[in-house]
């Protein structure tokens, strides 16, 4: 079993057997150096044919397939996992592949297409109170409450049981609250139904989330351009000053003639 990070923020990794520590701090065998990681954040552990991710800290956000993770939770090729921020697949290494095809005969296709994990289309991440550094992924219809039955559970006593209803729509977010004792707002106003977009914040009396398109991030960091190449001058040392005095001299000069064309002295 081994993780890809697809964004490069590690190099591939293949789990060995027993325990793999994952953390921001020296002597983890993953080390991941971003916001959100803890110093000792989970650990990974692998017999030779399953997996399971062994939670350290209920503080440290962790989620597989969009559900955050709060006890230890066995792991599988095709999972993601995000470690705050930071994603992975779990993929088969060539070994499990090999076994798993001698072990089981190719089924037939039926016609149906294979549906591929993708990352959550919105991301609920906590900036205060209990959820602060966590990541809720958002997908279909869920609810948001005290209540440990709630979609989203946050056990705080400012919180009502059933407290506001989330929906995924293609744009956005649609917020109901669900008739909540301290109120839903969104950015800071009042609201019984509204609607998130990337970048909104929404708050359950003091606890707030900010509402975050993954998809979106990526897309503008694949549109970011690249660093302006460095041209360094094979001047000499002794002629440095020559041209430097030059070049401010032409645009000076240069500077001089835009403004006399503009004021209607100079023609061309």
Known sequence: MKLLFPNGEHDQVELKVGITRVGSGAGNDITLLAPGIAAQH?????DGSTGAIKVLDAANSIALNGRQVMADTPIKPGDIVLFGKIGTRVLASERMQAAAAA??????????????????????????????????????TMTVGRASECDISIPTDEVSRQHAKLQVMPD??????????NGT?????????????????LRLDTVRFMLVAPHLEMQQVARAPEAPTVVRSTVSAGGGGQVKWLLIGLFGTAAVFAALWAAGIVKF
């Open 185 to 201: 707002f969104i950015n800071d106003k009042r609201v019984h139904t509204g609607k998130l977009a990337p970048g909104d914040e």
């Open 172 to 181: 956005g977010v649609a917020v109901e609250d669900m008739g909540s004792a």
């Open 103 to 140: 072990a089981r005969k190719e089924p037939e296709d039926d016609g149906r297409t294979r549906v591929r994990q993708a990352l959550p289309r919105f991301v609920m991440r906590g900036v205060s109170g209990s959820t602060f550094g966590k990541t809720f992924a958002l997908h279909g």
């Open 42 to 46: 989970c650990e990974l552990n692998f």
